[in-house]
Every structure is written in structure tokens, then in C-alpha cells.
């Protein structure tokens, strides 16, 4: 939120961004949370088809992705012939 990304609170101007970030941290401290290693207590059957899925899901948004650059490169091609 603090950091100097492009599209963070902070470049962006957020005004109450101290206020956001005291909420934030107010929430995280209502108590300790509760850590699963989903390793250890899944069948490993399980588990490892649970990574494949993982590993298609971001092929497949990184497919996605690249078809959108397509499509803005399309759009932006017809607009210049439209002008």
C-alpha cells in the first residue's frame, strides 16, 4: 500500500491512506491466525492434483493475458484506421 507501484495506494494519492493502514494493522492483531501446513494433512494423492490444478489455472491466465495484449493491439490498430 506504501510502496512506489504504479497502481499502489500511495502513487495513486489515496488521502486516508494512514487511516487504511491502521485498520489493516487492527485486523491483523485480533489474534494469532492459524497456520495449516495443507501439505502435511492432505492426501498426496490429493495434494498433487490440487498443484496440477494450480499450474493450469496460471498457464492459462498467462494464456489469457497474452490474448488481451492481442486483442488491445487489435483495437488500437482499428481506431487508427477509424481516425
Do not use: C
Not at 500500500?1 to 491512506?17: E, H, N
Not at 497456520?35 to 492426501?43: A, C, G, L, R
Amino acid at each position: 500500500m506504501l510502496g512506489p507501484a504504479l497502481q499502489s495506494p500511495q502513487s495513486r494519492g489515496t488521502v486516508d491512506i494512514e487511516r487504511r493502514v491502521a485498520l489493516l494493522e487492527k485486523y491483523e492483531s485480533w489474534r494469532t491466525p492459524v497456520h495449516v501446513n495443507f501439505e502435511k494433512v492432505v492426501e498426496p494423492e490429493l495434494w498433487k492434483r490440487h498443484n496440477e490444478n494450480w499450474t493450469d489455472v496460471l498457464a492459462l491466465l498467462d494464456k489469457s493475458q497474452q490474448l488481451a495484449k492481442e486483442i488491445r493491439r487489435s483495437i488500437d490498430l482499428a481506431s487508427r484506421r477509424v481516425a
